[in-house]
């Protein structure tokens, strides 16, 4: 079995969100859980760590 097999590389769906640091609406490829800071692209570079 592969990975297409089990789903993956398939179209993602997508979620409504909202940036918890700019507030811009946005979507995100998972259901956000709540507590949890979903951030919008351009935010998510900021918090990112290389």
Known sequence: MGYRDKGFGGPRT???ATCSECGKE???PFK???GKPVYCRECFQKHRRF
């Open 14 to 16: 997508m979620h409504p």
């Open 26 to 28: 946005t979507e995100v």
């Open 32 to 34: 956000p859980t709540e």
